[in-house]
Antibody, heavy 120, light 110 residues
Framework: EVQLLESGGGLVQPGGSLTLSCAASGFTFSNYAMSWVRQAPGKGLEWVSAISGSGGSTYYADAVKGRFTISRDSSKITLYLQMNSLRAEDTAVYYC?????????????WGQGTTVTVSS | QSALTQPASVSGSPGQSISISCTGTSSDVGGYNYVSWYQQHPGKAPKLMIHAVSNRPSGVSSRFSGSKSGNTASLTVSGLQSEDEADYYCTSYTSSSTLVFGGGTKLTVV
């Protein structure tokens, strides 16, 4: 069974940093693109970032470009999201999602999410 | 990248059919056959319902179907059931090699 388990969320001050992790199991990790999607309280889904199976290609939404870095470690079967210069508007539940294949176009399995709160 | 446009809410009675539209541009919905639809119940993670415009993943009810015409994609739910009550989001691949979501549609089964 494919499973994704996010961790690393918490309360951080504006301007601070946080790293989210997503532990994967049940599939050949390096064969699939992975994404991060967030959902602010009471709001809709917002795509944040994606990475190819090899890790060689990364993609970012304009709202986080230059502040967030997506990465993956195949030896640890884990996806990461390094978040710097955090703002109040980054407050959200962050989901990691598995790509349906090598492309980023479809996300077929989602984790349960980890909550990030940016506040002083 | 602007969000795709979805109606805020739709409603229907049990057994009826409803459709949810998702309007973008030629740089996203109209330019690629990479429209997906996700269902989200309150407090739960999203679930993939339709991918590549009209393809249903294994395990998803045949009551869910998708289509596209020009810059607008649609999700149709037939034979409405109470468990279909949820939020629905479309997403599309874009010419910037990113993904963009719609604002979401709350489906109420009355």
């Amino acid at each position: 069974e494919v499973q994704l388990l996010e961790s690393g969320g918490g309360l951080v001050q504006p301007g601070g940093s946080l790293t989210l992790s997503c532990a994967a199991s049940g599939f050949t990790f390096s064969n699939y693109a992975m994404s991060w999607v967030r959902q602010a309280p009471g709001k809709g889904l917002e795509w944040v970032s994606a990475i190819s199976g090899s890790g060689g290609s990364t993609y970012y939404a304009d709202a986080v470009k230059g502040r967030f870095t997506i990465s993956r470690d195949s030896s640890k079967i884990t996806l990461y999201l390094q978040m710097n210069s955090l703002r109040a508007e980054d407050t959200a539940v962050y989901y990691c999602a598995k790509g349906q294949g090598r492309g980023i176009q479809t996300m077929d399995v989602w984790g349960q999410g980890t909550t990030v709160t940016v506040s002083s | 990248q602007s969000a795709l446009t979805q109606p805020a809410s739709v409603s229907g009675s049990p057994g009826q059919s409803i459709s949810i539209s998702c309007t973008g541009t030629s740089s996203d919905v109209g330019g690629y056959n990479y429209v997906s639809w996700y269902q989200q119940h309150p407090g739960k993670a999203p679930k993939l319902m339709i991918h590549a415009v009209s393809n249903r993943p294994s395990g998803v009810s045949s009551r869910f179907s998708g289509s596209k015409s020009g810059n607008t994609a649609s999700l149709t739910v037939s034979g409405l059931q109470s468990e279909d009550e949820a939020d629905y989001y479309c997403t599309s691949y874009t010419s910037s090699s990113t993904l963009v979501f719609g604002g979401g549609t709350k489906l109420t089964v009355v």
